[in-house]
Each structure stands twice: as structure tokens, then as C-alpha cells.
């Protein structure tokens, strides 16, 4: 296969783009783009895409309220959730060398759901609703270093991680169902829907604070991403090439933390994106983490739009929340990659 | 561990004693507290007028018996998953087999608008073989088999599953969201003792064929192929295994809601205290699973009064270390 190798930086940086990249890329693109158009088109009201066109060019502006305030940043946070849950998957899979793990799977998720939770029941009435993000992703955060800590004996075991990572997340669990029973009957609604997973209600300050969360990770990512390449093959490999694994190790997993708290705090526990969009885009493209970061990306984003898309129009006027059918989706999935890895 | 027959017998009446006792106090302790000798006489010789005798034949008594029953019949369902999965990782909730139940229940509920106990139930022992069936079906495959970290993980996948759909399912239904928080949350107070009374006919005769199940599993446990050395007929051992699960792990779910974690730690103690015997095990397990449970919910009812912890909450807080405790000790590694 052809491809072109650019290289930064006295190599500190490289990312390899072959023809077969940019053509998924350009495809993945032109999926998204249609429905994300859709998704500003359908709903109770529906405009048709010429109109939609319109409206977003400024020709007419009879749809502002519909179309710019209600749709378009839900649309966009869409994007944005599924394309951190994606990513955030991609790392914790290259990390843990084993294509089943996800956020949600060794508990990232439920942390950062604790830390809603909790800031939900104790912080509501007293603090601003816009600091529950860095609740949810100091929960995150807490769990993620907590599961690594307790599973350090001498470096990190892959299987380890996931069990322990399972251990601590029925814990965390446990206290947000606590919390659900203590309060009253409007807060555990509130929490009920938030932890189901829903972008229902998305604000432009939603979109653009969740931006803001999200440039924290990437410079990380795109300055030690080639070595998640070589992490894949293994921890004496690494070593023997000069690669810092247990510092490089910690670094990722707190990128993958940061990415996948973020989504949560944004979008409630949205689950198994992060476990499938990588494997849609390993199929497609060549196994290089920026450039497979990039598909996976899209993918993600893809599947949560069409989640939401679905989530809100089948059952109109009700909104379910999109969590409901990336499992419905992802769970099977999971079993399915659970079967074709039965030998492993 | 115990070693000579003699100390075994012992312990054992030394455990029946320990969970007489913290069944007494579970009546005794409460928002009102009674003392023992009161207690005593409300089993004794009941008087309606007296307000303690009624409080506790009311409501603590129900609850005592709740925990009781279902404690042998958590630790039970732990032992013999663990024996059928051959995993010292595995109990019922970690196979997805509460979350199978608890879903079939919600969608009885919201949608079938089912209403009677036995209803529940058999909503229940199907959720839970469905689901108990698939995890088995999935972890199974493979060169390997059934290892820890594939059971394990085919459980989690469909638990969370279950779990988003039953969510799904109350989101469009508010109204029955503080209905049936409690079987997810999982609880012994202000349960129907109809409740229990229409699973105990099962409960009781799966009890029964526990009993005849400790030989067998013995030599189960020595591997599939020496078990068929040995004469056993394999695929007829698994079969009673998962049913005895079933049974014994969808009835108490449909009592007392998704209650994890007896499941797990008991058996480990059991065999701590007594090594590989199952005819052992089993009665140790039995009681064990018992008193852990009646002193989760005294300790539930006493730590945040005059509110209370759910008692699922609590066996999580205890089990969830336990489980990291197993998995940092590489358990899963035999």
C-alpha cells in the first residue's frame, strides 16, 4: 500500500496518510455531514433540508429559534461526545492490548457518574449547574487513578486492569444508587435521565465549554500518539525501543480519562461507543494511531448523532435518551467481538 | 481451616447459634429499640396490644425472615456458580443473571402491565436464565473455555445491556420510577412476605436438591473429563447446576431486588473454613450467607437513621473490595 510519512519536529511528531486514508476520511465525512444535516431537519417540526440549507446560510431566518438554539448545538455536541468517546476507546484498547475494553467497561464511566451524581444531590441548590462537568471529570479522573493505583504491582497487567476496573466500578456503582434513593423524587429524575445517557437540551455553552475541555488531551495525544503504536506490540518491545512505558502508560490512560469524563459530563453515560468505533475503524484503515485516531473520530461521532437522531424522532414526542440505543447497538456488538476472540 | 470432623460439627453449631442471634437482634434493633427479652417473649407468646410486640410482628419479623432466607439462597447460588463456571470470580450478579431479572420484571411491569407476585416471579426465573444462559453460552466458547476475564466480561456487556433498557423503559414511564427503584437498588424493608411466600415452594425444593448436589459437584470440580472417568454424567450436573442458579438467584431477586456480592465472598469464606468439601461447604455457605446478610441490614438500618441504607448498596460496599481483593491476588489466573 502506498502511503507518505510526515514527519515534524526532528521526528518527535509523525503521521503516516496513505490514498486509502483520505478516501475513508472524505467517505466518513460525507456520512456525517448528511446526517448531521438530517438531524437539523428532523424532529416534532419538520424543515426540509432546503430550508435547513437556508437557514444556515442566512437567506432566511424563520427556522433561527428551531434550527440554531434547539438543533444545531445538539447536533454539534453529538459530534463532539461521540468523537471523545471513540478516541478515548482507541486508546484504553491500544493501552490495555485487549479489543474489549472501553471506559465504560473498567468503570472511567461510573466514576464520572458518581461525581454527577453527587454533584447533582449535594450541589445542586448550592453551586452553579455549569461546574458539573469538572465533577464528572474529577470523578473520572479519581476512578481512573484509583483502578491504576490498586492495580500497580510492579507495572499494570492488562487482564488486571479490567478486573479491578470491574470491582471498583460496582462500588461506585453502589453509591450512585445510594444517592438515587436518598433524594427526592425530581432530583433522582434529573439524575435518572442524566445517567442514562442524553444530550437532550444541549446549549451553545454546552458546545463551546465542551470544546474547551477537549483541547486539554489532544497536544498530549499528538505528541506521544506514535508511541501508542509501539505500546500495542507489547511491554518488552517498548522498553528495548526506548519508549518510558509505564510514564507513557500513565499518560494515556489520563488522555483516554480526560476524553471519556468529558463526554460524560456533557452526555451522561452514553455507553460502548468507545468500544466500537475503533474496531469500525481498524477494519478500514491501517493500524497508525494518528491516522486511525482521526477515522475513529468520525465513526464515533457518527454513531452517537444517528443515536440521538433515532433516540428522538421513533418515539416523537417523547425523547428517549441516546444511551438506550448505542447499547442496544453496542451491547450484542460486544458479545459478537467476544465470540470472534474466544481463542484469545 | 477447620481440620478434624469434630471442630467442623462445632463451628457449624456455633455459626446456627451466631445467626439465631443476629436474627433476634434484627428484631430488637431499629428506629424503636426493644430489648432482647422482649423480643423473646413477641416470638413466644404475642400480645397485639403491647406497641413493641406489634412493631415487630408488623414489620421487623418480615424482614428478619426476608434476609434470612435470602441470604442461604444468595451464598447458595454463589457456591454453585462458582462451581459451574469452575471461576472463583463468578456469583450471580456479575453474570448479568440480577440485571436479566430485574429487566424482565420492569418490562412485565410497564408493559405487560403484570401485577401479581407470581407474575414477578416468573418474569424473574426467566430473565434470569436468559441471561445466565447467555453468559455461560459466550464465556464458554473458545479453546480455552470458561475463563474468568471472558465470563466476566460477557457479564458485564450484558448487564450493561439490561441495565440501559430497563432505564429506557422508566424514563418513558416516570410514574413507576420510585416503584421499582428498590429492585434495583435491592431491599429487605417493607417487602411483602406474599412475596417470598410464592417463591418459597421453589426456593425450598432447590434447598432440597442442593443437598444431593454436594457429591456430584465434588467430582465435577476435579474437571469435566475426570467427572466422565468417573462415571458422571456431565451435561446432566451442569444442567442442575444452572437451574439450581436460576431458581435460587431469580426468586431472590424477585423478593428482595438486585442484592450482589453474597454471592461471591461467601463460598470463598465457606472453603477458607473448611477446604474443598462440598458437603461441608454448602451448610457453611448456607449459614454464612445468612448472617452476612441479617447484619448488612442491622448496620444498613443503624448507620444513617432514621433514614436507611439499601441493603444492595451495602453488600456492594462490602463485596466490591472483596472482588478487588480476589483480582489483585491474581485469583483468576488458575
Redesign the interface.
Given at each position: 500500500m502506498k502511503y507518505w510519512t510526515l514527519r515534524l519536529f526532528n521526528d518527535r511528531i509523525s503521521i503516516q496518510v496513505s490514498m486509502r486514508w483520505l478516501l475513508t476520511v472524505a467517505g466518513w465525512l460525507a456520512v456525517v455531514g448528511g446526517v448531521f444535516l438530517l438531524s437539523l431537519s428532523a424532529g416534532s417540526n419538520w424543515i426540509p433540508l432546503s430550508e435547513v440549507f437556508k437557514q444556515l446560510t442566512g437567506q432566511i431566518d424563520q427556522h433561527t429559534f428551531v434550527v440554531e438554539t434547539l438543533r444545531l448545538p445538539r447536533a454539534l455536541l453529538a459530534l463532539l461526545v461521540g468523537a471523545a468517546l471513540g478516541v478515548a476507546g482507541l486508546i484504553l484498547q491500544s493501552l490495555v492490548r485487549n479489543p474489549?475494553a472501553s471506559p465504560?467497561?473498567i468503570g472511567i464511566t461510573s466514576g464520572a457518574s458518581l461525581g454527577a451524581v453527587t454533584f447533582i444531590s449535594f450541589g445542586a441548590g448550592v453551586i452553579s449547574m455549569q461546574y458539573l462537568p469538572l465533577a464528572a471529570i474529577l470523578g473520572g479522573l479519581l476512578a481512573a487513578l484509583l483502578i491504576y493505583l490498586?492495580?500497580w504491582?510492579k507495572g499494570v497487567t492488562p487482564?488486571?486492569l479490567?478486573?479491578?476496573g470491574?470491582?471498583?466500578s460496582?462500588?461506585m456503582?453502589?453509591?450512585v444508587?445510594?444517592m438515587?434513593?436518598?433524594s427526592e423524587?425530581a432530583t433522582?429524575?434529573k439524575s435518572?435521565?442524566w445517567?442514562?445517557?442524553s444530550i437532550y437540551g444541549a446549549s451553545w455553552s454546552d458546545v463551546t465549554s465542551m470544546i474547551w475541555w477537549l483541547l486539554i488531551p489532544i497536544p498530549f495525544l499528538i505528541v506521544f500518539g506514535r508511541g501508542l503504536n509501539v505500546t500495542e506490540i507489547g511491554e518488552d518491545f517498548s522498553v528495548s525501543v526506548g519508549i518510558r512505558v509505564q510514564l507513557q502508560q500513565f499518560i494515556f490512560l489520563m488522555c483516554s480519562v480526560m476524553l471519556a469524563g468529558t463526554a460524560a459530563a456533557f452526555a451522561g453515560g452514553i455507553?460502548?461507543v468507545g468500544l466500537m468505533a475503533p474496531h469500525i475503524a481498524r477494519r478500514m484503515v491501517h493500524r497508525s494511531f494518528p491516522g486511525l485516531a482521526v477515522v475513529t473520530a468520525l465513526v464515533g461521532a457518527f454513531l452517537v448523532i444517528i443515536a440521538d437522531l433515532v433516540a428522538r424522532t421513533l418515539?416523537l414526542p417523547?425523547d428517549?435518551?441516546a444511551?438506550?440505543f448505542t447499547?442496544?447497538i453496542?451491547?450484542?456488538f460486544?458479545?459478537y467481538l467476544?465470540?470472534r476472540y474466544?481463542?484469545? | 481451616m477447620l481440620h478434624s470432623p469434630l471442630v467442623k460439627w462445632i463451628g457449624l453449631i456455633g455459626l446456627f447459634l451466631a445467626v439465631a442471634l443476629l436474627f433476634l437482634t434484627s428484631l430488637a434493633v431499629g428506629q424503636t429499640a426493644i430489648p432482647l427479652s422482649e423480643t423473646w417473649e413477641a416470638l413466644t407468646q404475642y400480645d397485639p396490644d403491647n406497641t413493641n410486640h406489634l412493631i415487630i410482628g408488623t414489620s421487623r419479623l418480615s424482614r428478619a425472615v426476608i434476609s434470612l432466607v435470602i441470604g442461604i439462597n444468595l451464598a447458595l447460588a454463589g457456591v454453585f456458580v462458582q462451581a459451574l463456571t469452575r471461576n472463583p470470580?463468578a456469583a450471580p450478579d456479575?453474570l448479568g443473571i440480577n440485571a436479566g431479572a430485574i429487566f424482565f420484571i420492569v418490562f412485565a411491569i410497564t408493559w405487560l402491565e403484570v401485577s401479581s407476585l407470581s407474575g414477578y416471579m416468573w418474569f424473574a426465573f426467566l430473565g434470569a436464565a436468559i441471561a445466565g444462559g447467555?453468559v455461560f453460552f459466550?464465556g464458554s466458547?473458545?479453546?480455552?473455555g470458561l475463563t474468568?476475564?471472558?465470563v466476566?466480561?460477557?457479564g458485564?456487556?450484558?448487564t450493561?445491556?439490561f441495565v440501559?433498557?430497563t432505564?429506557?423503559m422508566?424514563?418513558?414511564d416516570?410514574q413507576s420510577?420510585?416503584t421499582v427503584?428498590?429492585w434495583?437498588?435491592g431491599s429487605v424493608a417493607g417487602r411483602d412476605m406474599d412475596m417470598l411466600m410464592s417463591v418459597m415452594p421453589f426456593l425450598l425444593s432447590a434447598l432440597v436438591v442442593s443437598f444431593f448436589m454436594a457429591r456430584p459437584m465434588g467430582v465435577f470440580s476435579s474437571g469435566d473429563d475426570v467427572a466422565k472417568g468417573l462415571g458422571q454424567k456431565v451435561g446432566v450436573t451442569k444442567l442442575i447446576l444452572g437451574l439450581l442458579v436460576i431458581v435460587l438467584a431469580g426468586g431472590s431477586v424477585a423478593v428482595v431486588g438486585s442484592v450482589?456480592?453474597i454471592g461471591l465472598i461467601v463460598p470463598h469464606m465457606a472453603k477458607s473454613l473448611v477446604g474443598n468439601d462440598y458437603r461441608w461447604i454448602l451448610p457453611y455457605s448456607g449459614l454464612l450467607g445468612a448472617a452476612i446478610l441479617l447484619s448488612a441490614d442491622i448496620v444498613a438500618r443503624i448507620i444513617i437513621a432514621p433514614?436507611e441504607?439499601?441493603i444492595?448498596?451495602m453488600t456492594?460496599?462490602i463485596?466490591?473490595?472483596f472482588?478487588?481483593y480476589l483480582?489483585?491476588k491474581?485469583v483468576?489466573k488458575k
Amino acid at each position: 500500500m502506498k502511503y507518505w510519512t510526515l514527519r515534524l519536529f526532528n521526528d518527535r511528531i509523525s503521521i503516516q496518510v496513505s490514498m486509502r486514508w483520505l478516501l475513508t476520511v472524505a467517505g466518513w465525512l460525507a456520512v456525517v455531514g448528511g446526517v448531521f444535516l438530517l438531524s437539523l431537519s428532523a424532529g416534532s417540526n419538520w424543515i426540509p433540508l432546503s430550508e435547513v440549507f437556508k437557514q444556515l446560510t442566512g437567506q432566511i431566518d424563520q427556522h433561527t429559534f428551531v434550527v440554531e438554539t434547539l438543533r444545531l448545538p445538539r447536533a454539534l455536541l453529538a459530534l463532539l461526545v461521540g468523537a471523545a468517546l471513540g478516541v478515548a476507546g482507541l486508546i484504553l484498547q491500544s493501552l490495555v492490548r485487549n479489543p474489549l475494553a472501553s471506559p465504560d467497561i473498567i468503570g472511567i464511566t461510573s466514576g464520572a457518574s458518581l461525581g454527577a451524581v453527587t454533584f447533582i444531590s449535594f450541589g445542586a441548590g448550592v453551586i452553579s449547574m455549569q461546574y458539573l462537568p469538572l465533577a464528572a471529570i474529577l470523578g473520572g479522573l479519581l476512578a481512573a487513578l484509583l483502578i491504576y493505583l490498586i492495580s500497580w504491582n510492579k507495572g499494570v497487567t492488562p487482564i488486571r486492569l479490567v478486573l479491578i476496573g470491574v470491582g471498583l466500578s460496582a462500588i461506585m456503582k453502589a453509591c450512585v444508587t445510594f444517592m438515587l434513593v436518598m433524594s427526592e423524587t425530581a432530583t433522582t429524575t434529573k439524575s435518572y435521565i442524566w445517567l442514562t445517557g442524553s444530550i437532550y437540551g444541549a446549549s451553545w455553552s454546552d458546545v463551546t465549554s465542551m470544546i474547551w475541555w477537549l483541547l486539554i488531551p489532544i497536544p498530549f495525544l499528538i505528541v506521544f500518539g506514535r508511541g501508542l503504536n509501539v505500546t500495542e506490540i507489547g511491554e518488552d518491545f517498548s522498553v528495548s525501543v526506548g519508549i518510558r512505558v509505564q510514564l507513557q502508560q500513565f499518560i494515556f490512560l489520563m488522555c483516554s480519562v480526560m476524553l471519556a469524563g468529558t463526554a460524560a459530563a456533557f452526555a451522561g453515560g452514553i455507553e460502548f461507543v468507545g468500544l466500537m468505533a475503533p474496531h469500525i475503524a481498524r477494519r478500514m484503515v491501517h493500524r497508525s494511531f494518528p491516522g486511525l485516531a482521526v477515522v475513529t473520530a468520525l465513526v464515533g461521532a457518527f454513531l452517537v448523532i444517528i443515536a440521538d437522531l433515532v433516540a428522538r424522532t421513533l418515539f416523537l414526542p417523547l425523547d428517549i435518551p441516546a444511551g438506550v440505543f448505542t447499547a442496544a447497538i453496542g451491547a450484542p456488538f460486544f458479545l459478537y467481538l467476544l465470540f470472534r476472540y474466544r481463542n484469545q | 481451616m477447620l481440620h478434624s470432623p469434630l471442630v467442623k460439627w462445632i463451628g457449624l453449631i456455633g455459626l446456627f447459634l451466631a445467626v439465631a442471634l443476629l436474627f433476634l437482634t434484627s428484631l430488637a434493633v431499629g428506629q424503636t429499640a426493644i430489648p432482647l427479652s422482649e423480643t423473646w417473649e413477641a416470638l413466644t407468646q404475642y400480645d397485639p396490644d403491647n406497641t413493641n410486640h406489634l412493631i415487630i410482628g408488623t414489620s421487623r419479623l418480615s424482614r428478619a425472615v426476608i434476609s434470612l432466607v435470602i441470604g442461604i439462597n444468595l451464598a447458595l447460588a454463589g457456591v454453585f456458580v462458582q462451581a459451574l463456571t469452575r471461576n472463583p470470580l463468578a456469583a450471580p450478579d456479575l453474570l448479568g443473571i440480577n440485571a436479566g431479572a430485574i429487566f424482565f420484571i420492569v418490562f412485565a411491569i410497564t408493559w405487560l402491565e403484570v401485577s401479581s407476585l407470581s407474575g414477578y416471579m416468573w418474569f424473574a426465573f426467566l430473565g434470569a436464565a436468559i441471561a445466565g444462559g447467555t453468559v455461560f453460552f459466550l464465556g464458554s466458547l473458545g479453546r480455552d473455555g470458561l475463563t474468568p476475564i471472558k465470563v466476566i466480561l460477557a457479564g458485564v456487556a450484558l448487564t450493561a445491556l439490561f441495565v440501559s433498557f430497563t432505564q429506557g423503559m422508566l424514563v418513558l414511564d416516570e410514574q413507576s420510577i420510585q416503584t421499582v427503584l428498590f429492585w434495583i437498588a435491592g431491599s429487605v424493608a417493607g417487602r411483602d412476605m406474599d412475596m417470598l411466600m410464592s417463591v418459597m415452594p421453589f426456593l425450598l425444593s432447590a434447598l432440597v436438591v442442593s443437598f444431593f448436589m454436594a457429591r456430584p459437584m465434588g467430582v465435577f470440580s476435579s474437571g469435566d473429563d475426570v467427572a466422565k472417568g468417573l462415571g458422571q454424567k456431565v451435561g446432566v450436573t451442569k444442567l442442575i447446576l444452572g437451574l439450581l442458579v436460576i431458581v435460587l438467584a431469580g426468586g431472590s431477586v424477585a423478593v428482595v431486588g438486585s442484592v450482589g456480592f453474597i454471592g461471591l465472598i461467601v463460598p470463598h469464606m465457606a472453603k477458607s473454613l473448611v477446604g474443598n468439601d462440598y458437603r461441608w461447604i454448602l451448610p457453611y455457605s448456607g449459614l454464612l450467607g445468612a448472617a452476612i446478610l441479617l447484619s448488612a441490614d442491622i448496620v444498613a438500618r443503624i448507620i444513617i437513621a432514621p433514614q436507611e441504607v439499601p441493603i444492595g448498596v451495602m453488600t456492594a460496599l462490602i463485596g466490591g473490595p472483596f472482588f478487588i481483593y480476589l483480582a489483585k491476588k491474581g485469583v483468576a489466573k488458575k
